[in-house]
């Protein structure tokens, strides 16, 4: 079944430790996204791959970082920097930039 | 500065009645807009789109009208179902990659 997977659903951070969420598609699709969801606010870009080797920051770019060495792979690093991580962290992949984007089921990240 | 409003968070519905559920855009430069849905633990799931040069796209139960020179959009959900409880995002395209989403309504369908 294709789709996209998350993980892992929760997850639990130090403060001043850096933490990476997984994001992996078998949809063959070229562009992918990291969207971060804050109650009572729609969905913020953090940052989108248009290509393997290519990524842009989005909206809110600042104390993240992401890699795209592999097609299936957008792993998305939370760093120390970020100063209010706490949030529903969703990715999305599409087939190519301009098209309806289909979504993982999210991983919520808390700070302890 | 919110460029896509969702102004109802809730909506209650009876079973087999319609849902609208409605959505506000400001920046005139939006060329396609979107639905989706979400279940609670679950990632949004797209529903229905419809390009700026219609005003009206269906399928099957579900119909999104476009009204431009009011910048406002709507999806319609005939007859609802239980299944359709769940909250509802619409997302506008601006330029080549960038979607803007609302705050999503929260759609319940009584039995």
């Known amino acids: 079944d294709g789709g996209i997977t998350q993980s892992p659903k929760y997850l639990f951070r130090k403060e001043g430790q850096n933490v990476t969420l997984s994001c992996e598609q078998n949809?063959?699709?070229?562009?992918m996204y990291w969207y971060r969801q804050d109650p009572g606010q729609g969905l913020r870009l953090i940052y989108y791959s248009q290509i393997v080797n290519d990524f842009q920051k989005g909206d809110i770019a600042e104390g993240y970082s992401v890699s795209r060495e592999k097609k299936e792979s957008f792993p998305l690093t939370v760093t120390s920097a970020q100063k209010n991580p706490t949030a529903f962290y969703l990715c999305a992949s599409s087939i190519s930039l301009n098209q309806p984007q289909h979504f993982g089921d999210g991983t919520r990240l808390s700070i302890l | 500065d919110q460029q896509v409003k969702q102004n109802s968070p809730s909506l209650s519905v009876q079973e087999g009645r319609i849902s609208i559920l409605n959505c506000d855009y400001t920046?005139?430069?939006?060329?396609?807009f979107l639905w989706y849905k979400k279940y609670p633990a679950e990632g949004p799931t797209f529903l229905i789109s419809i390009s700026s040069i219609k005003d009206k796209n269906e399928d099957g139960r579900f119909t999104v009208f476009l009204n431009k020179s009011a910048k406002h959009l709507s999806l319609h959900i005939v007859p609802s179902q239980p299944g359709d409880s769940a909250v509802y995002f619409c997302a506008a395209r601006s330029g080549t990659y960038k979607y803007i989403f609302g705050t999503g309504t929260r759609l319940k369908v009584l039995a």
């Open positions: 949809l063959n699709h070229d562009a």
């Open positions: 920046n005139s430069m939006f060329d396609y």
